[in-house]
C-alpha cells in the first residue's frame, strides 16, 4: 500500500537547523509531488511548501522563503525539508504528503494522501 | 491572500446528520478537499474534487460546494466520527498555493 515513513522526533535550539526525511513506498516515486505541511500544538494545518519528485522544481510558502529547502533523493524514494534559523514558533509536527491533482481546461487543483505520520520538532534553549 | 473560515466547532447526537460549512470568495469556482483528524493521528483525506470519496471512506461522508460555502456533511453520525476536520483548496492566484481552513471541532454528543 502507498505510505509515507518519517523520521523520528527533534530536540532543537534556537537558531540551529533541522532536517526532516519522508520515505515513500507503494509508488512510483517520481510520478507525484510531495508537500509539507505544519501543525503547532493545538493549531491548524499550515502549508510550506511543495517538491516535484520528478524534476526537483520547488515552490515554496512566502513565510518561509529563505529559511526551507525541499530536496528529494530518487534512488531511495525519500524527501526531505530542512529548515535554518529555527525560533521557538516553529516547534510542531511536520507532516510529509503525497499530492494528487487534476487539471482541467481553466484550472488545477491538488489535494494531499496519504500523508506521513508525523514528525515533533521542538526548539527549545 | 485567500481565506477559508470554518466554524470552530460542530455538536451531533449519533445517528443524526452533520454539517460543517467551509466559506470562501467564490469558493463555488474552487475544488474543496476535505482532511479528518483524530487525536495524535495524521490527516486523512475523506473528500476530494468537491464530493469524490477515496476508497476505503464510508458513503455517509459527503461534500458539496456552490456560490461562497462548501459543506461536509456527515449522515448517521458515529462516535468514532468525532475528530477535527479541515477544508482545503488550491489557490493558484496566491503566494500560499495551498490554503487551508482553520478546522472545524466535530463533538459527538
Same mark, same amino acid.
Given at each position: !500500500? &502507498?505510505?509515507?515513513?518519517?523520521?523520528?522526533?527533534?530536540?532543537?535550539? /534556537?537558531?540551529? $537547523?533541522?532536517? &526532516?526525511?519522508?520515505? %515513500?513506498?507503494?509508488? +512510483?516515486?517520481?510520478?507525484?509531488?510531495?508537500?509539507? #505541511?505544519?501543525? %503547532? /500544538?493545538?493549531?491548524g494545518l499550515e502549508w510550506m511548501? =511543495? @517538491?516535484? %519528485?520528478?524534476?526537483?522544481?520547488?515552490?515554496?510558502?512566502?513565510?518561509? !522563503?529563505?529559511r526551507v529547502t525541499m530536496t528529494t533523493d530518487t534512488s531511495t524514494s525519500t524527501a526531505y525539508m530542512e529548515?535554518?534559523?529555527?525560533?521557538?514558533?516553529?516547534?510542531? #509536527?511536520?507532516?510529509?504528503?503525497?499530492?494528487?491533482?487534476?487539471?482541467?481546461?481553466? $484550472?488545477?487543483t491538488y489535494?494531499?494522501?496519504? =500523508?506521513?505520520?508525523? +514528525?515533533?520538532? +521542538?526548539?527549545?534553549? | 491572500s485567500y481565506v477559508l473560515t470554518q466554524p470552530p466547532s460542530v455538536s451531533v447526537a449519533p445517528g443524526k446528520t452533520a454539517r460543517i460549512t467551509c466559506g470562501g470568495n467564490n469558493i463555488g469556482s474552487k475544488s474543496v478537499h476535505w482532511y479528518q483528524q483524530k487525536p495524535g493521528q495524521a490527516p486523512v483525506l475523506v473528500i476530494y474534487y468537491d464530493s469524490d470519496r477515496p476508497s476505503g471512506i464510508p458513503e455517509r461522508f459527503s461534500g458539496s460546494n456552490s456560490g461562497n460555502?462548501?459543506?461536509?456533511? @456527515?449522515?448517521?453520525?458515529?462516535?468514532?466520527?468525532?475528530?477535527?476536520?479541515y477544508c482545503q483548496v488550491w489557490d493558484s492566484s496566491s503566494d500560499h498555493s495551498v490554503v487551508f481552513g482553520g478546522g472545524t471541532k466535530l463533538t459527538v454528543l
Open positions: !500500500q &502507498v505510505q509515507l515513513v518519517q523520521s523520528g522526533a527533534e530536540v532543537k535550539k /534556537p537558531g540551529a $537547523s533541522v532536517k &526532516v526525511s519522508c520515505k %515513500a513506498s507503494g509508488y +512510483t516515486f517520481t510520478s507525484y509531488g510531495i508537500s509539507w #505541511v505544519r501543525q %503547532a /500544538p493545538g493549531q511548501g =511543495w @517538491i516535484s %519528485a520528478y524534476n526537483g522544481n520547488t515552490n515554496y510558502a512566502q513565510k518561509l !522563503q529563505g529548515l535554518r534559523s529555527l525560533r521557538s514558533d516553529d516547534t510542531a #509536527v511536520y507532516y510529509c504528503a503525497r499530492e494528487e491533482g487534476y487539471c482541467s481546461s481553466t $484550472s488545477c489535494w494531499f494522501d496519504p =500523508w506521513g505520520q508525523g +514528525t515533533l520538532v +521542538t526548539v527549545s534553549s | 460555502t462548501a459543506t461536509l456533511t @456527515i449522515s448517521r453520525v458515529e462516535a468514532g466520527d468525532e475528530a477535527d476536520y
